[in-house]
């Protein structure tokens, strides 16, 4: 009943940016939680960014004052604008929707290959 369609990724030089999209389709109409995690290879799936309730943003370590996560004005889309990538960075992203940061099922994209590389 919801699908969630992430696109934008792609093979980028270190120091580029790339713009990360994620479409929110199906009976769910409003999520309170959507979020980017990332997944290397031969390493955990971790968090890269969060968006709480309308604009409480938070990011990790490793991505602050270079990402920026945000919503569009329908709340069924979510962004992440990755900025001066890293090799580091490489990674497949998922988009994550949850209609509450306390409960409720967690829903997850198909992932988009990220890769920063000279």
């Known amino acids: 009943q919801v699908q969630l369609v992430e696109s934008g990724g792609g093979l980028v030089q270190p120091g580029e940016s790339l713009r990360l999209s994620c479409a929110a389709s199906?009976?769910?109409?409003?999520?309170?939680?959507m979020a980017w995690y990332r997944q290397a290879p031969g390493k955990q799936r971790e968090l890269v960014a969060n968006?709480?309730?309308?604009?409480?943003?938070n990011y990790a370590d490793s991505v602050k004052g270079r990402f920026i996560i945000s919503r569009d004005n329908a709340k069924n889309m979510v962004y992440l604008q990755m900025n001066n990538l890293k090799p580091d960075d490489t990674a497949v992203y998922y988009c994550?929707?949850?209609?509450?940061?306390?409960?409720?099922?967690?829903?997850w994209g198909q992932g988009t290959q990220v890769t920063v590389s000279s």
């Open positions: 199906g009976s769910i109409r409003h999520f309170d939680v």
């Open positions: 968006i709480v309730g309308g604009t409480s943003q």
């Open positions: 994550l929707a949850r209609v509450s940061i306390v409960q409720g099922t967690d829903y």
